[in-house]
């Protein structure tokens, strides 16, 4: 198998997809119980499967990469330096020790973003008693604090709870939303997502939620968590396929350039200087 170089820039986007043998569903799923209410299902954690990396000319074709991606699939935005690996858990690692194949885990020893094009996501949950924004409203909120996004190659697609039917039936409506954003450098995504999340605040869209223990989470309109190079996210599914369905609805922006996260244009640092005078006078 060939060993990739991660520090050679990449003309083209790069993500891992897994493939789970053990256990055989990674993403949540949906079934109707004996009362026909919908029942979630939980993902697994994946202990035995494989990983390769995959490449794409433009994120139109990350869309249809997205639409085939089964039940015991995940992507990663990060990547491993192979172009196909067995993935197992962390102590199983000596087990494969002396094989001449290579083997990874899961985290962040084995995954990093590539000195190249990648994905960077955006992903919009909806906070409690919150207004839930729709692809309209979420573009047009994130357009206004990050102008290069607009610019930048980007499809929207629903979370993985949203538009769940039974026949003509819908159990479950709009949800959350994600975003993935063509961007120039992946290796700039953790430092971009935490100076996102605090222009985030600046704007007025931070939160403090009070976790299970008590302790205060700083939340945002994202998920910060995502940029790690080691996140993946799975593809929801139905259990009973005979009755439950999901309507899958992809939302696709086409422009011209990657999403430059380094660059600030005037604009940008307008945006943000207007914001840190406004959080002053407060």
Known sequence: MNAINLAEKSTRIMLSRFTSERPDRLSKGFRLDKNGNLEK??????SLGTVETL???????VGALLQTIKPNNALSYGVCRHDKARVVGKKDLVRYKSDPNPTVARGRDWFSFASGP???MLDF???PGAH????????????????????APHLIRPSASSHIFNGDQELRGAGGLRLLAHVSDASDIPRAGEALSKILWLFGHGRIEVGAAGQMLLRT???S??????????RRGASDRRRLRFQRIFLRVHCEHPWATRQKDARTRRVASDATRRLARH
Do not use: C
């Open 55 to 61: 490449s794409f000319d433009n994120i139109t074709d």
């Open 221 to 223: 309109l994202i998920d």
């Open 125 to 127: 949950d909806v906070a």
């Open 132 to 151: 839930r924004l729709n692809e309209a409203e979420f573009r047009t909120t994130m357009y206004g604090i990050v102008p290069a996004l607009e610019h």
């Open 41 to 46: 299902l939980k993902g697994g954690q994946l």
């Open 225 to 234: 968590s995502v940029f790690q190079r080691d996140v993946w996210r799975g």
């Open 118 to 120: 990648g994905l960077l």
